[in-house]
Protein backbone atom coordinates (compact mmCIF):
# COMPACT_ATOMS: atom_id res chain seq x y z
CA UNK A 1 0.00 0.00 0.00
CA UNK A 2 2.78 2.59 0.46
CA UNK A 3 3.65 1.95 -3.30
CA UNK A 4 0.11 3.24 -3.86
CA UNK A 5 0.63 5.61 -1.94
CA UNK A 6 3.90 7.26 -3.54
CA UNK A 7 2.24 6.38 -6.88
CA UNK A 8 -0.80 8.71 -5.87
CA UNK A 9 1.41 11.74 -5.00
CA UNK A 10 2.84 11.72 -8.05
CA UNK A 11 -0.36 11.55 -10.19
CA UNK A 12 -2.67 14.01 -8.45
CA UNK A 13 -2.77 17.01 -10.05
CA UNK A 14 -4.42 20.48 -9.96
CA UNK A 15 -7.07 21.62 -12.42
CA UNK A 16 -9.61 24.14 -12.75
CA UNK A 17 -9.15 24.62 -9.06
CA UNK A 18 -9.56 20.88 -8.25
CA UNK A 19 -7.23 18.35 -7.54
CA UNK A 20 -7.76 15.27 -9.93
CA UNK A 21 -6.06 12.14 -11.37
CA UNK A 22 -6.15 10.97 -15.02
CA UNK A 23 -8.46 8.29 -16.29
CA UNK A 24 -5.22 6.35 -17.45
CA UNK A 25 -3.73 6.95 -13.61
CA UNK A 26 -6.60 5.29 -11.83
CA UNK A 27 -7.26 2.21 -14.53
CA UNK A 28 -3.59 1.20 -13.41
CA UNK A 29 -3.96 1.56 -9.89
CA UNK A 30 -7.48 -0.26 -10.19
CA UNK A 31 -5.55 -2.89 -12.54
CA UNK A 32 -8.31 -2.31 -15.53
CA UNK A 33 -7.58 -0.77 -18.79
CA UNK A 34 -8.39 2.81 -19.20
CA UNK A 35 -10.87 1.87 -21.73
CA UNK A 36 -12.92 -0.40 -19.77
CA UNK A 37 -12.60 2.40 -16.67
CA UNK A 38 -14.24 4.71 -19.55
CA UNK A 39 -16.96 2.25 -20.87
CA UNK A 40 -18.10 1.86 -17.02
CA UNK A 41 -18.10 5.46 -16.55
CA UNK A 42 -20.45 5.51 -19.51
CA UNK A 43 -22.63 2.80 -18.74
CA UNK A 44 -23.51 4.62 -15.25
CA UNK A 45 -22.90 8.21 -16.38
CA UNK A 46 -25.93 9.58 -13.99
CA UNK A 47 -23.36 8.73 -11.04
CA UNK A 48 -20.69 10.82 -12.48
CA UNK A 49 -21.70 14.76 -12.56
CA UNK A 50 -19.38 17.70 -13.48
CA UNK A 51 -17.94 18.20 -9.90
CA UNK A 52 -17.01 14.25 -9.51
CA UNK A 53 -15.55 13.90 -13.05
CA UNK A 54 -14.72 16.17 -16.16
CA UNK A 55 -13.20 16.09 -19.76
CA UNK A 56 -10.27 18.19 -20.03
CA UNK A 57 -10.06 21.32 -22.56
CA UNK A 58 -7.44 21.28 -24.87
CA UNK A 59 -5.54 24.17 -23.37
CA UNK A 60 -5.44 22.34 -20.15
CA UNK A 61 -4.17 19.11 -21.83
CA UNK A 62 -1.01 21.39 -23.52
CA UNK A 63 -0.59 22.69 -19.67
CA UNK A 64 -0.34 19.77 -18.46
CA UNK A 65 1.83 18.07 -20.99
CA UNK A 66 4.59 20.68 -20.37
CA UNK A 67 4.75 19.44 -16.49
CA UNK A 68 4.11 15.83 -17.42
CA UNK A 69 4.58 13.07 -19.86
CA UNK A 70 1.94 12.27 -21.62
CA UNK A 71 1.94 10.60 -24.99
CA UNK A 72 0.88 12.41 -28.31
CA UNK A 73 -2.18 10.59 -30.27
CA UNK A 74 -0.91 9.09 -33.11
CA UNK A 75 1.66 7.60 -31.50
CA UNK A 76 -0.36 5.36 -29.51
CA UNK A 77 -1.44 7.62 -26.80
CA UNK A 78 -5.11 9.08 -26.34
CA UNK A 79 -6.57 10.71 -29.58
CA UNK A 80 -9.23 11.98 -27.48
CA UNK A 81 -9.14 14.68 -24.01
CA UNK A 82 -8.83 12.26 -21.15
CA UNK A 83 -11.19 12.42 -18.01
CA UNK A 84 -10.01 13.42 -15.08
CA UNK A 85 -11.81 12.37 -11.76
CA UNK A 86 -12.23 14.47 -8.17
CA UNK A 87 -11.82 12.41 -4.59
CA UNK A 88 -15.83 12.31 -5.14
CA UNK A 89 -15.28 10.70 -8.33
CA UNK A 90 -12.65 8.34 -7.83
CA UNK A 91 -14.79 7.06 -4.43
CA UNK A 92 -17.75 6.77 -6.90
CA UNK A 93 -15.50 4.86 -9.52
CA UNK A 94 -14.89 2.14 -6.61
CA UNK A 95 -18.78 1.95 -6.74
CA UNK A 96 -19.43 1.14 -10.04
CA UNK A 97 -16.13 -1.03 -10.55
CA UNK A 98 -17.33 -3.06 -7.40
CA UNK A 99 -13.88 -4.99 -7.10
CA UNK A 100 -11.89 -5.55 -3.98
CA UNK A 101 -8.96 -3.52 -5.47
CA UNK A 102 -11.16 -0.42 -6.83
CA UNK A 103 -12.62 -0.40 -2.82
CA UNK A 104 -8.49 -0.61 -1.11
CA UNK A 105 -7.05 2.24 -3.77
CA UNK A 106 -10.16 3.89 -3.45
CA UNK A 107 -9.70 4.44 0.24
CA UNK A 108 -6.02 5.30 -0.25
CA UNK A 109 -6.49 7.95 -2.84
CA UNK A 110 -9.48 9.39 -0.38
CA UNK A 111 -7.07 9.32 2.28
CA UNK A 112 -3.88 11.24 0.20
CA UNK A 113 -6.22 13.94 -1.29
CA UNK A 114 -7.34 14.08 2.50
CA UNK A 115 -3.35 14.29 3.61
CA UNK A 116 -2.88 16.66 0.88
CA UNK A 117 -5.80 19.00 1.68
CA UNK A 118 -4.19 18.87 5.50
CA UNK A 119 -0.68 19.93 4.31
CA UNK A 120 -2.00 22.60 2.21
CA UNK A 121 -3.64 24.40 5.14
CA UNK A 122 -0.71 23.84 7.16
CA UNK A 123 1.34 25.33 4.47
CA UNK A 124 -1.26 28.26 4.50
CA UNK A 125 -1.50 29.12 8.13
CA UNK A 126 2.70 28.77 7.60
CA UNK A 127 2.98 30.95 5.71
CA UNK A 128 0.11 33.57 7.58
CA UNK A 129 2.53 32.97 10.18
CA UNK A 130 5.60 34.26 8.21
CA UNK A 131 3.93 37.75 6.98
CA UNK A 132 3.18 38.25 10.38
CA UNK A 133 6.52 37.96 11.35
CA UNK A 134 7.67 39.59 8.73
CA UNK A 135 5.51 42.88 9.86
CA UNK A 136 6.76 42.50 12.93
CA UNK A 137 10.33 42.15 11.86
CA UNK A 138 9.42 45.59 9.32
CA UNK A 139 8.15 47.53 12.78
CA UNK A 140 11.04 46.72 15.04
CA UNK A 141 13.44 47.56 12.04
CA UNK A 142 11.72 51.17 11.96
CA UNK A 143 12.32 51.30 15.37
CA UNK A 144 15.62 50.42 15.11
CA UNK A 145 16.41 52.83 12.92
CA UNK A 146 14.80 55.59 14.58
CA UNK A 147 16.79 54.95 17.34
CA UNK A 148 20.43 54.84 15.62
CA UNK A 149 18.85 57.98 14.07
CA UNK A 150 18.44 59.77 17.23
CA UNK A 151 21.67 58.38 18.82
CA UNK A 152 23.41 59.76 15.98
CA UNK A 153 21.47 63.04 16.24
CA UNK A 154 22.64 63.25 19.98
CA UNK A 155 26.02 62.10 19.85
CA UNK A 156 26.30 64.85 16.88
CA UNK A 157 25.72 67.64 19.13
CA UNK A 158 28.52 66.72 21.63
CA UNK A 159 30.79 66.12 18.80
CA UNK A 160 32.25 69.80 19.69
CA UNK A 161 32.68 69.46 23.09
CA UNK A 162 36.03 70.80 24.57
CA UNK A 163 39.15 68.11 25.08
CA UNK A 164 39.38 67.53 28.34
CA UNK A 165 42.87 67.67 29.96
CA UNK A 166 46.35 69.74 30.76
CA UNK A 167 46.32 72.60 28.63
CA UNK A 168 50.49 73.56 27.87
CA UNK A 169 51.62 76.68 26.21
CA UNK A 170 51.66 75.49 22.68
CA UNK A 171 47.95 74.54 22.21
Do not use: W
Amino acid sequence: MDMIKNDLKSVIFKVRGEFVIFDKDIARLYGVTTGALNQAVKRNRNRFPQDFMFQLHQEEYECLKSQIVIAKGGRGGSRVMPNVFTEHGVLMLASVLRSEVAAIVSINIARTFAEMRRQITSMAEFSADIAFLKSKMELLERCVDENVEAINNNTGRHNQRQKIGFKTGGD
